[in-house]
């Protein structure tokens, strides 16, 4: 057999798309749906990126919380393996918990375990509300976590209920949360973002001087413009901390 | 930005095709692709299916009137997908028109995943050249190509043909389009932050000629593998400031990891000696460090002429393989093979084998075919070329050879393939 038949696929390194969904009470209904209906359209999608893409490899992880939270799989799943189970909603909103959990799971004896390494991971968290738990010791534990720090954050909020200081805390920037105000930009955001989010994570970096959330920010910016209902975050930006001051 | 949709016209600002003057444009058919930049669409000009790459997120204005200047004066050569028209601003971005890409070539990325797979050495050593020539051509024009990547590089597996897409980031030396290829194809200096030129090029160009070859990085061993976790920080670390070649006779920390780069482990020690020289030098701290002397284009063409002249076809397994100075055994059934019978052209000595392809000029295509005659018990040579070859024997006799014709392999004969080159049948 000649050498060229031999050739195998060269390493692919991993990168992990996180769904970080709140299926508090306030969800049930038209946006629980509508959640469910994008994802299960933009797993193929993410399934071609991931075909065509001599860099990385995608799987994809789901955790859900609400009174408690818990993950889809209990591993990531390639884009093509991951079959969606529909989400219901359900009493409180622990994002503080889902912090923790996540936190938990971003280790290389946690979800992250690619013999050939991994990018860093991209994390969708899509909100309606406010968390009803301590969100901040939360995020405190999670933001000690390096895979979190490198990783591309952005965050949905779904309508003018969802806390966009909070949702501005978890990306680290105010220019990451956008807001959808109906069903139809919800779904178009998810996917908007997934495909983003995937395609920018899963490439061996530009090396400019922009970070891939930012390129990914762009990206979903100018895509943003084409979405009626969907804006990005007018707040200004509280990401800073002024606690020095007091 | 704006998408467009089925049955929209847009306007071209130039010629596609003369004498038809200003005032053309294609209707979009539908979408084929999208990427970062735009989404490329199937239209139809004049009858014709083309197609339009559409920027979603449009470059910023020194963009247009340089894709301008590009389209003006042409194609560096065959090798490149150029635009072929601009269209007007319009929907609040705008556009090129170019060739549709023919489906027999197929990324490079998707050879890198064994999806595709060259047929043969042959075509691989084409596709090497054409790249190369591309490459040359390009610089020779006073361009600088700015983001080689895996995904500019359509290769046709059967044959080695090569397409070079997304020209529109084809700026003039010195200048930069503001779209970064992969830090993977980038050149150390250009990962810390420079501006790309011909010397960055030529590092990208050694970099996908390591891996057309070996189909692994040259960068990416034990040292890459073990970063759990491939940050931009990282990237510049290994693709830039502390790049190690996985060959480097002096720094080992980088080598490759069995079970993870198959490719490379097999292929660097059965692809001939010359390779690997090449590779370590144009790896090797200095180059990577000094960017002006790195190997130039004309030179990689001259390499790869030189692996294709011992590039045989062997008589006992039918596969190819290289024969080295010192070294005649078949790299994949390992017997020996007899290469007394050679055509002597010049400096160099080709091989004759029964089902080797010889290359007598430049253009990357094989102008002879080597044959048997098993009842004669002879070899003989078949012209591919299309011109005629005028034979001696070693009695004096003259022989023509034309186009699709065939002549013994006979020790003694002279063979004139053109004004300015001949050869000789000997038997070593
Ligand atoms: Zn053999």
């Known amino acids: 057999m000649s050498l060229l038949d031999e050739t195998v696929e060269i390493p692919r390194r991993t990168m992990t798309l996180f769904f970080v969904i709140d299926t508090s009470g306030s969800m049930a209904g038209s946006k629980i749906g509508a959640v469910n209906d994008a994802v299960v359209n933009v797993l193929p999608m993410l399934e071609e990126i991931s075909a065509e893409n001599p860099d990385a490899e995608i799987k994809v992880a789901a955790l859900e919380f609400s009174t408690t939270c818990s993950w889809l799989y209990s591993e990531p799943k390639p884009a093509n393996e991951f079959v969606w189970q529909d989400v219901q909603a359900n009493a409180l909103t622990s994002m503080g918990a889902a912090c923790k959990e996540l936190a938990s799971k971003l280790s290389r004896s946690g979800f992250m375990k690619s013999a050939s390494g991994s990018f860093a991971p991209a994390i969708i968290l899509l909100s309606d509300g406010a968390p009803t738990d301590d969100f901040e010791s939360g995020l405190a534990t999670l933001k000690q976590n390096n895979w979190f720090k490198a990783a591309i954050k952005v965050a949905i909020a779904i309508g003018d209920d969802a806390d966009k200081d909070v949702l501005t805390k978890f990306t680290g920037t105010n220019e990451a949360v956008f807001t959808v105000h109906n069903i139809d930009a919800l779904k178009q955001i998810i996917r908007v973002v997934a495909v983003t989010s995937s395609q920018i994570g899963s490439k061996s970096s530009t090396a400019g001087d922009t970070t891939k959330q930012e390129q990914v920010i762009a990206e979903v910016k100018s895509a943003v413009d084409n979405i009626g209902g969907a804006e990005v975050a007018s707040a200004p930006a509280t990401t800073a901390s002024y606690d020095d001051w007091d | 930005m704006a998408e467009l949709k089925t049955g929209d016209r847009v306007s071209l600002v130039g010629r596609i095709q003369d004498p038809v003057g200003r005032g053309q444009s294609v209707t979009i058919k539908k979408e084929l692709g999208r990427g970062g930049q735009g989404i490329v669409y199937l239209v139809n000009f004049d009858g014709k299916d083309m197609a339009l790459k559409w920027y979603l997120n449009a470059p910023d204005n020194y963009f247009y009137p340089n894709l301008n200047n590009n389209i003006l004066n042409g194609a560096p050569s065959d ?11 319009q929907n609040g971005s705008y556009g090129y028109v170019m060739d549709l890409r023919p489906k027999n070539y197929f990324e490079f990325g998707n050879f890198l995943m064994a999806k595709a797979k060259f047929k043969s050495f042959n075509a691989m050593l084409a596709a090497a050249m054409k790249i190369c020539n591309g490459f040359m051509m390009l610089h020779r024009f006073g361009y600088s190509y700015q983001d080689l990547n895996d995904g500019n590089f359509f290769i046709d597996p059967q044959t080695g043909d090569v397409l070079i897409c997304d020209n529109d980031n084809v700026m003039p030396q ?73 060959y480097n006779p002096n720094d080992k920390s980088n080598l490759p ?172």
Request: glycine letters at 8%.
């Open chain 2, 79 to 89: 090798a490149f997908l150029w635009p072929k028209a601009l269209t007007e601003r």
């Open chain 2, 257 to 428: 990891v069995r079970g993870i780069h198959q490719n490379v482990i097999r292929r660097w020690p059965a692809l001939p000696a010359v390779l690997r020289d090449t590779f370590t030098r144009e790896f090797s701290e200095e180059m990577l460090r000094n960017p002006q002397k790195r190997m130039i284009e004309q030179n990689w063409e001259k390499l790869i002429a030189t692996l294709r002249d011992s590039l045989v076809i062997c008589p006992h397994c039918h596969e190819e393989t290289f024969i080295e100075e010192g070294k005649n055994t078949c790299m994949d059934c390992g017997k020996p093979i007899d290469t007394s019978l050679q055509l002597k052209l010049g400096a160099r000595n080709l091989y004759l084998t029964d089902g080797t392809k010889l290359y007598i000029d430049h253009d990357n295509t094989a102008d002879v075919q080597v044959l048997s005659d098993p009842k004669a018990g002879l070899l003989l040579l078949k012209n591919l070329s299309s011109g005629t070859w005028a034979a001696e024997t070693p009695s004096g006799k003259l022989k023509t050879v034309v186009p699709g014709d065939v002549m013994p392999v006979k020790a003694g004969i002279k063979i004139s393939f053109n004004q300015n080159t001949k050869g000789e049948i000997i038997n070593a």
């Open chain 2, 174 to 246: 010195g200048e930069k389009s503001g779209i970064m290829g992969k830090a993977r194809y980038m050149a150390p200096e250009v990962v810390a932050g420079g501006i790309p030129d011909k010397y960055s090029d030529r590092y990208s160009l050694s970099v996908i000629l390591f891996m057309l070859f070996y189909a692994n990085h040259p960068l990416e061993g034990a040292k890459v593998v073990a970063c759990p976790c491939m940050t931009e920080a990282y990237e510049k670390k290994f693709y830039g400031s502390e790049a190690v070649f996985i």
